[in-house]
């Protein structure tokens, strides 16, 4: 019973939400997460921590970076939550600005403070550090 109330838990903020809803797709470091939803990056590692108690992130280390993703095993689950509410883009404003704001960070990659993660498909160039695996974040 304690990982559905976790789950409940790690969706049940507005916040948390559009972070999952970000990472469905995409691979992102924290400071990525923290330009797109404008939020430092102490608020968002506290958001973070609460969606990895429910283990819905997988979590990959390049040099001083993390990267995060919703791990797979959850998508379909997620997906078909959005579908039942009719939670996207096309129908949440906020989730529309959050997907806009996400591909101009991201194709802003190039030049941001961060290498691209290496299991991330919309990822252009190769990673310029080797990175860890995919797995729980390490504790900090």
């Given amino acids: 019973m304690q990982g559905l109330v976790a789950f ?12 999952i809803h970000l990472l469905m797709e995409r691979t992102l470091c924290v400071c990525e997460l923290a330009d797109i939803l404008n939020l430092p990056q102490s608020t968002l590692s506290s958001q973070l921590r609460v969606i990895q108690q429910a283990e819905l992130l ?36 906020c989730l529309a600005q959050d997907q806009s704001r996400a591909l101009k960070r991201i194709a802003d990659r190039d030049e941001s403070c961060c290498p691209p993660s290496s299991t991330d498909p919309s990822c252009s160039r190769s990673p310029s550090r080797s990175g860890s695996g995919v797995g729980p974040a390490p504790a900090t």
Wanted: glycine share 2%.
């Fill in 8 to 19: 409940a838990r790690a969706i049940a903020d507005e916040t948390r939400f559009r972070v």
């Fill in 58 to 93: 997988a979590c990959e280390r390049q040099g001083k970076w993390l990267f995060y993703r919703v791990d797979p095993t959850f998508r379909p689950l997620l997906r078909e939550l959005f579908s039942h509410f009719d939670i996207s883009p096309a129908t949440d404003q």
